[in-house]
Structure formats: structure tokens, C-alpha cells
């Protein structure tokens, strides 16, 4: 079982920034997709941004030029650097992970984020909130 543990949340006003972390309990995550996705009250959970095992990146297109998705070697801490906050920005958000299966890789080679239904290890989520 691998446990993902989120911090980093908070609030911030409109233009501002911050940095969230997703610690992983296990060191094996080279071969893994790491991913951040959010969910805003009443609505359904959305894809933020992945990175792959050669550290390719992938963004929605709502936080791209905005949003950093980084992390260390071997992917035990995954970082989600959040600049020009905008309130729509506010929800939940969660980190994933899992295996890169071929499923998987097909989403990233095509340039999307795997979808929420491709990830079997969640986090509890760290709250971010935007004021206007």
C-alpha cells in the first residue's frame, strides 16, 4: 500500500502564490505517474497536472503558464507551485499515483493527464482557497 500525505494548503488573495507537497511513503516511485488533481465544491474532480518518469510534465489548459508541477529524484516529494492564483483555482486538491501501465503511458504520450479512473493511490487532500 503506498500512503500520499498533501501539505501546503491555504488561503491567499487573487494574484498570489503558493507552493503544495505530496510526500510519498515508499521510495519506488521512478517508474510511477505522479499527478495533482482538484475538486471544487459541486463539481466533479479535475486533472491539474501529471509528470512522468523522464520528468515530462503535463498541464490543464486552465493552469498552464501558472501552475509548476516538479519533483525530487526519486519522486518522494511531488511539488505543485501555484503562481497568479485566480479564485476559480479554489478546491481540494489531491495527489495521485500509480504504476505506469500501458494504458498509462498512451495518456502521456498523447500529451493528456490520465484520467482520475487510472490512479489507484490517493492522498486526503490539502484545501486551497482564493479570495477575490
Known amino acids: 500500500q503506498v500512503h500520499l500525505v498533501e501539505s501546503g494548503g491555504g488561503s491567499v488573495q487573487a494574484g498570489g502564490s503558493l507552493r503544495i507537497s505530496c510526500v510519498a511513503s515508499?521510495?519506488?516511485?521512478?517508474?510511477?505517474?505522479m499527478a495533482w488533481f482538484r475538486q471544487a465544491p459541486g463539481k466533479e474532480r479535475e486533472r491539474v497536472a501529471a509528470?512522468?518518469?523522464?520528468?515530462?510534465?503535463l498541464y490543464a489548459d486552465s493552469v498552464k503558464g501558472r501552475f509548476t508541477i516538479s519533483a525530487d529524484n526519486p519522486k518522494v516529494i511531488v511539488y505543485l507551485q501555484m503562481d497568479n492564483l485566480r479564485p476559480e483555482d479554489t478546491g481540494m486538491y489531491y495527489c495521485a499515483a500509480d504504476r505506469l501501465t500501458v494504458g498509462m503511458n498512451r495518456h502521456l504520450e498523447l500529451g493528456h493527464i490520465p484520467p482520475a479512473s487510472a490512479f489507484e493511490f490517493w492522498g486526503q487532500g490539502t484545501q486551497v482557497t482564493v479570495s477575490s
Open positions: 515508499e521510495r519506488a516511485y521512478s517508474s510511477y505517474c
Open positions: 509528470i512522468g518518469t523522464t520528468g515530462t510534465t
